[in-house]
């Protein structure tokens, strides 16, 4: 098995990386990217937001690119009831930057 970095984008820090696997003839290509620095972000956030909800505008969350896109093909980005859902669940709460409910 061989695997080569096809791809860097260091302002979002997403590499893409190309696997062969010799034994089963096959090729997958995988993105990955590093969010701690998006969490970290948030967690700020989190903890400097004021409470309440008046106004129109609420940064409610910061999502990394490459989770915003396996969302986005399990068709959670285009459902407002499913991202609310994926929004509210205490496991995804890193990538929120208000309390309280959406």
Avoid: C
Avoid at 2 to 18: G, Q, W
Avoid at 29 to 42: I, K, L, M, P, S
Avoid at 44 to 62: E, I, L, P
Avoid at 88 to 100: A, I, V
Wanted: charged fraction near 30%; charge should be neutral; hydrophobic fraction near 35%.
């Amino acid at each position: 098995m061989s695997r080569r970095l096809l791809s860097y984008d260091p302002a979002a820090n997403v590499k893409t990386y190309f696997t062969y696997d010799d034994d089963r003839d096959a090729f997958s290509v995988e993105t990955v990217q590093e969010t701690d620095d998006v969490v970290d972000a948030n967690k700020r956030d989190f903890n400097d937001a004021q409470t309440g909800w008046r106004g129109d505008m609420h940064k409610v969350a910061s999502i990394p690119m490459t989770l915003y896109m396996t969302l986005k093909r399990q068709g959670v980005i285009d459902d407002p009831v499913a991202l609310k859902r994926w929004l509210n669940d205490p496991e995804n709460r890193y990538f929120r930057t208000k309390p309280g409910r959406v």
